[in-house]
């Protein structure tokens, strides 16, 4: 199991693309498990757990499909469970690395050095989530890593407004 989280911790470093994973639902299934359980995790730091599971629910079939279209859009459908698998494993590796600075910014509200800190690097890792799917999908689509980074601003800007619109923020 370490081997498999080395290859995941490799992608996020562009060192494997997605064709270093099998086509596999069964692997996906784990992976995908593995998301939803840590990803619940640092919602649920802020939000409750019925609204953690429903906001990770959407995120992830809009993340499915986005992926389903694009990768039909080019013909490479074939790819699909290698490239979700990819990024959702990614993704897993990111979200642990930012569960310690969620939880700092939670306990440090009154905008002391730490919190600023934790956000300071909880930005750079949604820009480092942004850089792998777009590697991944890249690779995916045989496109160059520009346009798979395009792609995927296009896709968290317009998932975070879709995000807001369905769980908004408490004021």
């Given at each position: 199991?370490?081997?498999?989280?080395?290859?995941f911790?490799?992608?996020a470093?562009?060192?494997?693309?997605?064709?270093?994973?099998?086509?596999s639902?069964?692997?996906?299934?784990?992976?995908?498990?593995s998301?939803?359980?840590v990803?619940?995790?640092?919602?649920q730091?802020?939000?409750?757990?019925s609204r953690?599971m429903?906001?990770?629910?959407?995120d992830?079939a809009?993340?499915?499909?986005?992926?389903?279209?694009?990768?039909r859009?080019v013909?490479?459908?074939?790819?699909?469970w290698?490239?979700?698998?990819?990024?959702l494993g990614?993704?897993?590796?990111l979200?642990?690395?930012?569960?310690p600075?969620?939880?700092t910014?939670?306990?440090?509200s009154?905008?002391?050095?730490?919190?600023?800190?934790?956000?300071s690097?909880?930005?750079?890792?949604l820009?480092w989530?942004?850089d792998?799917a777009g590697?991944?999908?890249?690779r995916?689509?045989?496109?160059?890593?520009?346009?798979?980074?395009?792609?995927?601003?296009?896709?968290?800007?317009?998932?975070?407004?879709?995000?807001?619109?369905?769980?908004p923020s408490?004021n």
């Open positions: 199991m370490s081997r498999l989280a080395l290859i911790v490799d992608i470093l562009h060192r494997k693309g997605p064709d270093a994973l099998p086509a639902r069964f692997l996906f299934g784990i992976v995908l498990a998301y939803l359980t990803s619940v995790l640092a919602l730091i802020s939000w409750p757990l953690a429903s906001a990770m629910i959407v992830v809009l993340y499915l499909a986005f992926f389903g279209i694009v990768l859009v013909r490479r459908s074939g790819r699909f290698q490239t979700v698998t990819a990024v990614a993704e897993t590796f979200s642990c690395l930012a569960l600075l969620l939880l910014r939670s306990a440090e009154d905008g002391t050095a730490s919190e600023v800190l934790a956000t690097v909880l930005l750079l890792i820009l989530s942004i792998i590697f991944v999908l890249a995916a689509l045989d496109r160059p890593y520009i346009v798979g980074v395009m792609i995927m601003i296009g896709y968290v800007v317009s998932s975070m407004m879709l995000g807001e619109f369905l769980f408490p």
